[in-house]
Each structure stands twice: as structure tokens, then as C-alpha cells.
């Protein structure tokens, strides 16, 4: 299992309606807004990359996204 955390920068106001959107996406496990630099954070929990990877591409490519980041765990 591979685990990440997606930053979402949104266009201006559409936060809210970003993480609605990104909580009915496959894969995440936790989405909420925050102050600052990012906008919305979500924790995706995947099998593997590719299943990773879709899941960013769909957040990225959703109407009010303008950016996004991805942190993805490394086991110590």
C-alpha cells in the first residue's frame, strides 16, 4: 500500500467545492481545506503507483484545481 498526500492549490473560492470533489474520488481517504499556500489537502491511499497516479490526475483535472503537490510516504 502506498500513501501520499496530495496539496491542491484551487482558483480563487472554489475551495469548498474542491474538496467535496476530491473526497469522491477513488483512492482518497481524507480531504479538508486549509490556510496557506495550498488550499486542500488530501491523504490517498493506493495499491500501487499507477493507482497513485490516477487518482492525482483526477484531482488534478478537476474544474477549480490550479496546481497540485505530492508527497508520497517512503518507508524508513
Do not use: Q
Not at 14 to 34: D, H, M, Q
Amino acid at each position: 500500500m502506498i500513501s501520499a498526500c496530495v496539496l491542491v492549490c484551487c482558483e480563487a473560492g472554489k475551495y469548498p467545492g474542491v474538496a467535496e470533489k476530491v473526497k469522491g474520488i477513488n483512492g482518497v481517504a481524507r480531504a479538508f481545506s486549509v490556510s496557506g499556500r495550498w488550499d486542500v489537502i488530501a491523504e490517498v491511499e493506493a495499491p500501487d503507483m499507477k493507482a497513485l497516479t490516477e487518482a492525482v490526475l483526477k484531482i488534478n483535472g478537476l474544474a477549480g484545481v490550479r496546481a497540485t503537490e505530492t508527497l508520497v510516504e517512503a518507508p524508513l
